[in-house]
């Protein structure tokens, strides 16, 4: 803390603390619980946890250096006091979370060493600016970390479209898989550098920068607990089958939307809640590249094809209920047509249909008017 404000008042002091005990209590809860706190049904990735875990523990332990370099370490050495805690904050704090951030995209693995790499010359600095008393290492790092900043903000956009992209070809359900919330973690992340950066010894950006810290340590929590675990470790052995290869090739593999009228429409598989690309390529005796290759070629992906069937069965039945004066809710029927969500259902209806579900139901009404 700069120049000892925060510790002049009782109040910054309760809320240090609080975000510090939050943290503490955070990692322990993900590296010691294998429950649920937000959503029991949703199984987040385990080495996930573990990675927020350690972002958690480089929250509090931030906190705490802070604190014992302005207290007992240091304390008549301002210039390197700032150098080593603004260092072990940027070593710690910030790989960490983009670390966190990568490995909630599931579509494929992506390295972690270049952070750890981009992160050398801060430590490298640091050293020459304390051997030669450089007043000037804020400056520079700040220049850096802003750098690192924007270009890592511009992969990570890039790789969430990716991630939703691979979500959308492969799952017919995408409750707790999309990632998109993550990039408002990130914005929080900027609200909080820029807390400090610009801290002056104003005690106002210090209590901006623990509030936000709060929000941060709530946001990971939820983002991680409601993130589920995807699978596909079957899908290589899929891939390889000869038995599958064997129907690949066979002359009824050359009309693949017949397979998927019979073994699919037909049946109202689609109404199969988590029904993915590859469980449906298994059951019509394909796989899964095969039959992504096939709804890339008519231009739609196979959230899109599972979800038209759905809207589709949804009309049916709504249709049907209200001849027959059923007392079955719009809600109801949309279970029942495969939506787990409804408000997942009333978005997909209206990016289908055009309208939305009220104003549609609102219509059917005045046409059965005489």
């Given amino acids: ?144 970390s802003i750098a690192i900043g924007v270009v890592f903000t511009i992969y990570y956009v890039h790789a969430v479209r990716q991630h939703g992209q691979w979500l959308h070809e492969n799952y017919a359900d995408l409750e707790h898989k999309e990632v998109w919330q993550s990039l408002l973690l990130m914005a929080f992340i900027l609200l909080v550098y820029v807390a400090y950066t610009s801290n002056e010894g104003d005690l106002v950006t210090e209590y901006l920068a623990q509030v936000n810290t709060l929000i941060i340590i709530g946001f990971v929590l939820w983002r991680i607990e409601t993130l589920q675990q995807l699978d596909d470790s079957v899908d290589e052995e899929t891939e390889e089958s000869p038995a599958v290869n064997i129907i690949q090739n066979s002359p009824a593999s050359v009309n693949i939307g017949e397979l998927l009228q019979k073994r699919c429409e037909a049946t109202q598989l689609y109404l199969q809640h988590e029904l993915t690309l590859q469980q449906l390529a298994i059951a019509i005796g394909t796989n899964r590249t095969y039959l992504g290759n096939y709804f890339a070629q008519q231009g739609i992906t196979y959230n899109a094809y599972i979800n038209h069937l759905r809207i589709e069965h949804f009309i049916r039945l709504y249709r049907e209920s209200s001849k027959t004066s059923s007392t079955l809710t719009a809600k109801a029927i949309a279970h029942q047509s495969g939506f787990r969500s409804y408000i997942t259902f009333s978005a997909v209806f209206k990016k289908i249909i055009g309208t939305t579900v009220t104003e549609w139901i609102k219509s059917e009404e005045e046409n059965r008017l005489p």
């Fill in 1 to 144: 803390m700069y120049e000892h404000e925060g510790l002049k008042d009782i109040f910054f002091i309760m809320l240090y603390g609080g975000a510090t005990l939050l943290a503490i209590v955070a990692c322990c809860y993900l590296l010691l619980t294998h429950g649920n706190m937000f959503l029991a049904s949703v199984r987040p990735p385990r080495k996930l946890r573990w990675w927020a875990a350690a972002f958690m523990a480089a929250v509090a332990a931030s906190h705490l250096w802070w604190v014992l370099l302005s207290i007992h370490w240091l304390e008549d050495d301002r210039l390197v006091r700032n150098i080593v805690a603004i260092t072990l904050d940027r070593l710690t704090f910030v790989p960490l979370m983009m670390c966190v951030l990568l490995r909630m995209l599931q579509d494929r693995h992506r390295p972690l060493w270049p952070i750890a790499v981009v992160m050398v010359p801060i430590a490298v600095l640091a050293v020459i600016c304390i051997v030669r008393r450089d007043t000037a290492f804020e400056m520079y790092t700040e220049w850096y």
